[in-house]
């Protein structure tokens, strides 16, 4: 037996015992963690005022965005026909894909059992999909609703397999739990206009009751029932502005693939465009935040 089986199903045994659950309850509320947590908070707060005070836009609250934590806009984006087959044809590629499988918590290069399969940092460079995220309209939209600008840190493509899932990780109702002051774009790249093509889910207002703590307490919620939440159906070019800090889930796809991307921005001193050109972006396997911002 190999050693990822060997974790796999000593995992399950831990689980059933209820073990699994108190060292999770244990970890998530380490003193160690709220320090931490406090830290990065007033420091991203204190990035986000400064942010502010640099910004030469005008100020424009989005109502929405605000009440419900997630816009919804039809057609942001266009795709040629070439470009969908390009993007698809690589997801065929093994040596281009890292699949993510909650089952043993961790990446793989070129596996395709995971719940979740990206396209690695390379595919995403050759295909050029991020320059269409650095002018987005609804990122500038969201710059003038925050007073502030706001760079790509992190970009990501991903297909969903339908029935391929277990209750863990983004197929469960959670948080991201990050810092304030950011938010995501996903863009659809499949049609998903009905529950069994796997179209996201929001609990418009939770990001409203979110501590501000990253990484700090409990992120996941079992007992969300669908008629709570905004199922967000859509078509290709479709986007889902959101606050990640909000409660929401992956799609979960029971017919045909599932594929996205998924854009995430956060308060920068800098334009997008500046900040690209200097650092890129990151992605699958890098971390989405760090203690300090950049």
């Known amino acids: 037996m190999n050693y ?6 000593l995992k399950i045994l831990l689980s059933k015992l209820g073990i699994l659950h108190i060292f999770r309850y244990l970890n998530n509320y380490s003193p160690i963690k709220l320090f931490k947590a406090i830290f990065a908070k ?16 005008k100020e424009n609250r989005l ?6 934590g997630i816009i919804t806009e039809k057609g942001a984006l266009g795709f040629s026909k070439d470009q969908l087959q390009n993007i698809y ?10 699949s993510f499988d909650y089952k043993i918590g961790q ?14 940092k390379k595919s995403l460079e050759d295909l050029n999909l991020v320059k269409d995220f650095i002018d987005l309209d609804i990122k500038k939209r969201m710059e003038q609703h925050f007073n502030s600008n706001f760079c790509l840190y992190h970009f990501s493509a991903s297909l969903v397999h339908p029935n391929n899932f277990v ?12 810092p304030l002051g950011r938010f995501k774009v996903m863009v659809y790249l499949t049609d998903s206009q009905d529950k069994d093509s796997g179209p996201f889910q929001y609990l418009k207002g939770s990001h409203k009751t979110y501590n501000g703590l990253p990484q700090f307490g409990n992120s996941r919620y079992k007992n969300i029932k669908d008629e709570q939440v905004k199922t967000c159906t859509g078509t290709i070019g479709d986007a889902i502005l959101f606050d ?7 799609g979960r796809t029971k017919r045909g693939k599932r594929i996205a991307l998924t854009a995430l921005y956060t308060a920068s001193k800098t334009t ?16 989405e935040w760090e203690t300090s911002p950049s």
């Open 107 to 120: 990446y793989a290069a070129g596996r395709e059992a995971g719940e979740y399969i990206y396209l690695d």
């Open 244 to 250: 990640n800090n909000g409660i929401h889930r992956g």
């Open 89 to 98: 044809s690589e997801f065929e590629n093994l040596d281009s894909i890292i």
């Open 167 to 178: 209750e863990e990780g983004s197929f469960t109702f959670h948080r991201d739990s990050q």
């Open 63 to 68: 109502e929405e965005f605000e009440n419900d």
């Open 272 to 287: 997008t465009q500046e900040f690209y050109e200097a650092n890129g972006f990151k992605s699958i396997g890098e971390k």
């Open 4 to 9: 990822v089986k060997e974790m796999t199903y």
């Open 42 to 57: 007033n420091v991203y707060n204190l990035h986000v005022e400064e942010c502010k005070k640099i910004y030469k836009g």
